[in-house]
């Protein structure tokens, strides 16, 4: 059965969850998103092969912060990657195999950067080795959380369970992206660190960042693997995407 905890570690009170048995596998969701996102992207295929460990990022969730309003200063990829590794050092494991997407992939590209030895094989999903323009003009254009309508309430609540406040901070969160330089700057030179096997999957018509910078990484990580999704948007893997997705994950990660 699954189980769900909390722990105190980076700071923060991480909240994660533990299903299936075997080999250590990694979930890590997407921005404003939370662990159980991955119900809908292919959790169940996933779980009957490996050991899952799926967290809240902090902010998210039930991953509590001290100072809400203060979200957006100390809720960056590369601290949410050191969170994690945390994470790991708390449950005993030394290496992993991983996922995520969006947000949950640009931490995937910190932890595999920062300790190249700690995880062996990665899928990173819609990820990003810096926010160009493009992005950041939608994150500008992201609702005030008094401006957002009742049915984007309505949804967060669903994913984020410690009050108004949380959401309202992440909400703002998402908006201070388009002024963040430091967090996602990436070179090829960066990413040349990565020992994991990476398969980097993208939308081909994702409406953050251009099939041209998944190239880039795919040329940038030495071993890596590329798969542009046909008619994708951003993070193309829930729903009808899911079993798809699940089976060319395990597929990569098992090989």
């Not at 119900?39 to 490996?50: H, K, M, V």
């Not at 590369?78 to 494991?93: E, K």
């Not at 990436?186 to 096997?197: E, H, N, Q, V, Y």
Request: net charge negative; hydrophobic share 45%; glycine share 8%.
């Amino acid at each position: 059965m699954p189980t769900e905890t909390t722990v105190e570690l980076s700071g923060i009170s991480l909240h994660f969850e533990l299903r299936g048995s075997g080999e250590p596998l990694l979930l890590l969701h997407g921005g404003t998103g939370c662990h159980n996102d991955w119900a809908y992207a292919g959790r169940e295929q996933l779980e009957r092969e490996y050991h899952l460990i799926a967290p809240d990022a902090r902010g998210h969730g039930r991953s509590a912060v001290l100072d809400w309003p203060g979200l957006p200063k100390t809720l960056t990829h590369r601290q949410c990657a050191l969170d994690t590794l945390a994470l790991l050092d708390h449950l005993g494991i030394e290496r992993c195999k991983a996922i995520g997407v969006s947000m949950g992939g640009n931490i995937l590209l910190h932890m595999a950067s920062m300790q190249p030895e700690r995880i062996e094989a990665m899928v990173a999903v819609s990820a990003t080795m810096y926010f160009p323009e493009q992005a950041r003009k939608i994150m500008a254009a992201v609702p005030a959380p008094d401006a957002q309508p009742a049915s984007e309430w309505e949804a967060m609540r669903k994913r984020h369970h410690l009050g108004e406040g949380q959401i309202r901070a992440l909400w703002e969160w998402t908006r201070s992206l388009k002024d963040s330089y430091d967090d996602m700057n990436f070179t090829p030179g960066d990413l040349s660190a990565i020992r994991a096997r990476t398969l980097i999957v993208q939308g081909d018509r994702d409406f953050l960042y251009p099939v041209e910078m998944s190239v880039e990484m795919y040329r940038a990580i030495p071993i890596a693997a590329l798969w542009i999704v046909p008619n994708a948007s951003h993070g193309p893997i829930f729903f009808d995407k899911a079993a798809h997705f699940a089976e060319t994950a395990l597929a990569f990660l098992k090989a």
